[in-house]
Every structure is written in C-alpha cells, then in structure tokens.
C-alpha cells in the first residue's frame, strides 16, 4: 500500500473534505463521495478554501498543493471505488449510518481494499459487525484530528479481527501521507477524545459552578497549559452539540465521569451550540 494508489473517501463534510485533500497532496488519485450533490460541492469548496489559505509549507512543496485539487474526483455513486486500494468512510457520527455505508462498500470495493473508518468514539469492532467475517480483517479505525491538513496526528485503531500486517500497512500509509501514527486498543473513544472531553466536562462546570467565565478558562488553557486552543473556542468549532454526542457514548460505555453537564445540553437545546456562523460559547453570530 502507498500513496501511488487510489483512494476513497465517503463523506464531504469537515473531516472527509480535508482528508481527501491530504491523500491528494501526497500524490494519491481520490474519488470523494457524499449523498447529494449540494453535499459533494460544499465539500469541495471547503477543499478550496484550505488551499486559498495556504498548506503547511514544511509539510508540503508549493506544486503539491498546486496539483491536489486536480486529483480529486467528486462521485455521487460509488461505482468507483471499486478501483481503490483503500477507502476511508468519514460519514455521521452514529452506528446506523456508518453500518449502512461500511456494508455499501463491502458490496463494491474490491476483496484486498482496506476499508477504514474515522470514527471519533465507537468502537472500530462494533462497526466490524457491519462487514462479512472475510472483510474484517482489512478493516480498523484511523481518527485524524481537525483541521486535517494541519494537525499531523492519527490514531490507528485495529478491531478484534484487523491483522497486524494491514495495522503495519497502515500505519506505514499515515507516515506517507505526513501524519504521525499512535496505535491505540478499541475502546470507545479511544485515547486522546477521552482526556479532551473529561477537560470539556470539566470547564463547563467550572463555568456552571461560577469559578470562572468561557473566555477567562481558555485564556488559561492557552497561556497556562500551553494549549493552541481553549475548549470553549474548540466546542465553537466542532459544535457542542457533537460534542454532546460525544459525550453521551463516553457515559454510556465508561459511566458517571463523562456524564454531560446540564448546562451543555441546555445551551444545545436552546440553540447556542456554535458551529460554523452560530452562536455557541463566544462566537455571538446569530
């Protein structure tokens, strides 16, 4: 497996968008897939929009990002991925719809594809459950961290059946893609989501309990702890209704500590949940 194959991506939004572009940089032909067409033409533009603010030019050569864009090919169907060598499934965070596109792609991607999935916290053997025993042992997580292009960052995460030569594959194919590789055990949210939320949990209750305001808590992440971002801003980003999801299946698989604080799920239903243009934390756009 290397970067002169081809590779699919199921899924244009945030994650799957800038996923596709770091397998495009490192010279990879991609298909991208998503549902509709609006879905695929707002995934390209968000491709667009990382190339017009620049790439990390340590990581990458100017014609590297010159030439990415041509190599990635929108597809509504899924016709082509028959062709790909290895095929990352970045799609909505929940066990139903991943099953439904993890068994699409068993039915058209070639027998020695790799099929990976970038879930942030369910179980990799959980989703394995989704694909005949055959495909499972070409099967594991990798969970890139957001914004992709920039954060070099990828958990590996195998599931009970993944073999340790595609694990090696792999983790061989992040370093070529420029991504530094962890290996981490199936575990619902797997390392680095756990130690993030159990911080989100806890400045939110700093906030609730009144000891500090949003603002004053990720000053003291970034200045005290040496953080790029604070967790209000980063729940601003990602939204805190994800975050909110998150943190449901933590509590579900792991109990009381990843409990949601009430004030989370009360600003989530009031609508302040931020994302992008939203009103959340301390992003005040309506």
């Known amino acids: 497996m290397g970067v002169a194959m081809k590779a699919g991506v199921v899924g244009a939004g945030l994650m799957g968008a800038e996923i596709?572009?770091?397998f495009a940089l490192a010279g990879c032909d991609v298909v991208i897939n998503d549902r509709d067409v609006g879905s695929l033409d707002r995934g390209i533009e968000r491709i667009e929009?990382?190339?017009?603010k620049g790439?990390?030019?340590k990581r990458y050569a100017p014609n590297q990002a010159e030439e990415a864009q041509a190599r990635i090919h929108p597809a509504t169907g899924l016709a082509e991925f028959a062709e790909c060598g290895v095929v990352t499934e970045a799609v909505f965070e929940t066990i139903e719809v991943k099953t439904a596109v993890l068994q699409a792609l068993d039915a058209t991607?070639?027998?020695d594809c790799v099929i990976v999935s970038n879930t942030s916290t369910i179980p990799i053997s959980t989703l394995a459950g989704a694909l005949p025993p055959a495909r499972r042992s070409r099967f594991l997580g990798t969970h890139y961290f957001s914004p992709v292009s920039r954060m070099s960052l990828v958990e590996v995460v195998p599931g009970f059946e993944t073999e340790n030569d595609v694990v090696g594959e792999v983790v061989a194919l992040m370093r070529s893609l420029g991504k530094t590789p962890i290996v981490i055990k199936d575990v619902a949210g797997f390392a680095v989501n756990r130690m993030l939320h159990a911080m989100m949990i806890e400045a939110v209750r700093l906030v609730e309990e009144g000891v500090a305001s949003p603002e004053d808590l990720d000053t003291a992440c970034r200045l005290g702890?040496?953080?790029p971002i604070g967790p209000f801003a980063l729940m601003d980003v990602v939204s805190s209704g994800l975050c909110l999801q998150v943190q449901t299946i933590l509590q579900e698989a792991h109990g009381e500590r990843f409990r949601p604080p009430a004030l989370l799920k009360q600003r989530v239903a009031a609508g302040?949940?931020?994302g992008r243009g939203r009103r959340g934390w301390l992003n005040k756009a309506s």
């Open 225 to 227: 702890l040496g953080h």
């Open 109 to 111: 991607c070639p027998a």
């Open 20 to 22: 596709a572009l770091v």
């Open 55 to 57: 790439v990390d030019q």
């Open 272 to 274: 302040l949940g931020g």
């Open 49 to 52: 929009a990382v190339l017009r």
